[in-house]
């Protein structure tokens, strides 16, 4: 009895499917016109400095670890609304793709390219070295309170957890959900703490013989969702 | 009709310019810092500070008792004049007793705050006690130049603060940077050699909360770190 009840569900919709052969699909358009809109903001002008760095204290062939800087990211919407953003690297043609220790708050490395941001060029045209943008997922709050980090990157739907807090240099939009769910929360308020972790090449690669800038850019733009 | 058009139009165009003009949809993230020739080192004139033995008869038995001040001298040297500060660390973080500390501050003030105090080691599951590492205000130099000593918290992180002639010199593991400066200035100058005089400050629990019926070692742990700035 039951077997027969599946069969004849799948003929049906074989059949269908099949016969109908439609010439057109419908494509809905939608969105919310809401009053109002959100802008992000960045610690201390969106700076993180590394300082000065000697390096006749740094290998010179291995990697360099450099250590992580913390920032935080505040969007501030002037009516509630669900808002997420993404990161774009300004400075991606300078990109050398060197491992990136404790890149992420969950202790993780980062390897993958898309991970990674340029750090800058030396004045012979070396590539300096790599940095990522970690988000402490534990930390994110909206409105004071504490959600879970959610993220999708470019046409893949749906929202995922975002465990790791990895951001993507392009095409990744990140926002926060209520505590076990996978929608996006509506707030006024955003706050992501984040951690920049830099890595530069080994000095016999880097050749630098005159003082010389790391020289990251990225920007972070609210994404309306 | 088309009157009444233009002027909605014109109407739209300029909310789009309000609009503008309140919110920014984006924000730049900065990466600085800058590579030097250089290659730089912190030394200790003395690689322990030692507190002796300490008769435990002698010590109050509820009240924290203090065991002083000792001095120790903090060198950075490098093979270029570049700018550089210097952090700490408490290794024995986990047997921090919260104390307070009299006349640890460069300027003989109290340190009270467990931000600025150091693990002295335990008895047992015990807390001896607490320590601070305090850069004196006075004996600072730059390249043999007496300077004043700087402090900032969070340097590089976006929650930098800025930096400022330091008064009390109280270190704050894992925050707080230090370096020198020319007299009166408050921009980190660059040497070769920099001079920082240290004074380590200590203090135990009372003794009937220490327990204590076998002689037992006090044991601080910090390290002292290059703080790149």
Request: hydrophobic residues 40%; charged residues 20%; aromatic residues 6%.
């Given at each position: 009895m039951f077997k027969k009840l599946i069969l004849a569900t799948l003929c049906s919709a074989t059949v269908m499917s099949g016969a109908q052969a439609a010439d057109s699909v419908d494509l809905k358009v939608t969105g919310t016109l809401v009053n109002g809109a959100c802008t992000p903001s960045l610690e201390n002008g969106g700076v993180v400095d590394f300082g000065h760095?000697?390096?006749?204290?740094?290998?010179?062939?291995?990697?360099?670890?450099?250590?992580?800087?913390?920032?935080?990211?505040?969007?501030?919407?002037?009516?509630?609304?669900?808002?997420?953003?993404?990161i774009v690297d300004n400075k991606k043609d300078t990109l050398a793709n060197i491992e990136v220790d404790n890149a992420w708050f969950n202790g993780g490395n980062a390897t993958a390219s898309g991970n990674q941001f340029g750090l800058g060029e030396t004045s012979a045209g070396v590539k300096i070295g790599a940095y990522t943008v970690g988000i402490d997922g534990s930390k994110t709050t909206v409105d004071g309170a504490n959600g879970d980090l959610i993220r999708h990157d470019t046409n893949q739907e749906p929202?995922?957890?975002?465990?790791?807090?990895?951001?993507?240099?392009?095409?990744?939009?990140?926002?926060?959900?209520?505590?076990?769910?996978?929608?996006?929360?509506?707030?006024?308020?955003?706050?992501?703490?984040?951690?920049?972790?830099?890595?530069?090449?080994?000095?016999?690669?880097?050749?630098?013989?005159?003082?010389?800038?790391?020289?990251?850019?990225?920007?972070?733009?609210?994404?309306?969702? | 009709?088309?009157?009444?058009?233009?002027?909605?139009?014109?109407?739209?165009?300029?909310?789009?310019?309000?609009?503008?003009?309140?919110?920014?949809?984006?924000?730049?993230?900065?990466?600085?810092?800058?590579?030097?020739?250089?290659?730089?080192?912190?030394?200790?004139?003395?690689?322990?500070?030692?507190?002796?033995?300490?008769?435990?008869?002698?010590?109050?038995?509820?009240?924290?008792?203090?065991?002083?001040?000792?001095?120790?001298?903090?060198?950075?040297?490098?093979?270029?004049?570049?700018?550089?500060?210097?952090?700490?660390?408490?290794?024995?973080?986990?047997?921090?007793?919260?104390?307070?500390?009299?006349?640890?501050?460069?300027?003989?003030?109290?340190?009270?705050?467990?931000?600025?105090?150091?693990?002295?080691?335990k008895a047992g599951t015990v807390n001896l006690g607490s320590y601070s590492i305090t850069a004196k205000t006075t004996g600072v130099t730059y390249d043999g130049t007496a300077g004043d000593l700087l402090e900032a918290d969070n340097v590089g992180h976006g929650s930098t603060t800025a930096w400022t002639k330091s008064t009390k010199g109280v270190s704050k593991p894992a925050v707080r940077t230090f370096t020198a400066a020319v007299s009166g200035e408050t921009t980190p100058k660059a040497y070769k050699v920099g001079v920082f005089p240290l004074k380590v400050t200590a203090a135990v629990q009372g003794t009937d909360a220490l327990n204590i019926t076998e002689d037992t070692d006090l044991d601080g742990l910090a390290t002292i770190s290059l703080s790149y700035i």
């Amino acid at each position: 009895m039951f077997k027969k009840l599946i069969l004849a569900t799948l003929c049906s919709a074989t059949v269908m499917s099949g016969a109908q052969a439609a010439d057109s699909v419908d494509l809905k358009v939608t969105g919310t016109l809401v009053n109002g809109a959100c802008t992000p903001s960045l610690e201390n002008g969106g700076v993180v400095d590394f300082g000065h760095i000697p390096l006749g204290n740094l290998s010179k062939t291995g990697i360099n670890q450099l250590g992580s800087k913390t920032q935080t990211l505040t969007i501030t919407c002037d009516s509630e609304m669900p808002v997420a953003w993404a990161i774009v690297d300004n400075k991606k043609d300078t990109l050398a793709n060197i491992e990136v220790d404790n890149a992420w708050f969950n202790g993780g490395n980062a390897t993958a390219s898309g991970n990674q941001f340029g750090l800058g060029e030396t004045s012979a045209g070396v590539k300096i070295g790599a940095y990522t943008v970690g988000i402490d997922g534990s930390k994110t709050t909206v409105d004071g309170a504490n959600g879970d980090l959610i993220r999708h990157d470019t046409n893949q739907e749906p929202w995922v957890n975002s465990d790791s807090g990895a951001t993507q240099t392009f095409g990744r939009n990140e926002t926060i959900a209520a505590k076990g769910s996978l929608e996006p929360l509506a707030g006024k308020v955003f706050v992501y703490p984040l951690k920049v972790t830099a890595a530069i090449q080994g000095t016999d690669t880097l050749a630098v013989t005159d003082d010389t800038q790391l020289d990251g850019s990225a920007t972070i733009s609210v994404v309306y969702i | 009709m088309e009157r009444v058009m233009r002027k909605t139009l014109l109407a739209v165009a300029m909310a789009g310019v309000a609009f503008n003009a309140l919110a920014a949809d984006s924000a730049d993230l900065t990466v600085k810092g800058v590579l030097v020739n250089a290659a730089c080192s912190p030394s200790l004139d003395k690689t322990e500070v030692s507190f002796g033995h300490i008769p435990l008869s002698n010590l109050d038995k509820t009240n924290a008792n203090q065991l002083g001040s000792k001095d120790v001298t903090l060198t950075i040297t490098c093979d270029n004049a570049m700018v550089m500060g210097w952090t700490t660390v408490d290794g024995h973080t986990d047997s921090l007793e919260t104390l307070t500390l009299s006349k640890a501050g460069a300027d003989d003030s109290d340190v009270t705050d467990a931000a600025n105090e150091y693990g002295l080691g335990k008895a047992g599951t015990v807390n001896l006690g607490s320590y601070s590492i305090t850069a004196k205000t006075t004996g600072v130099t730059y390249d043999g130049t007496a300077g004043d000593l700087l402090e900032a918290d969070n340097v590089g992180h976006g929650s930098t603060t800025a930096w400022t002639k330091s008064t009390k010199g109280v270190s704050k593991p894992a925050v707080r940077t230090f370096t020198a400066a020319v007299s009166g200035e408050t921009t980190p100058k660059a040497y070769k050699v920099g001079v920082f005089p240290l004074k380590v400050t200590a203090a135990v629990q009372g003794t009937d909360a220490l327990n204590i019926t076998e002689d037992t070692d006090l044991d601080g742990l910090a390290t002292i770190s290059l703080s790149y700035i």
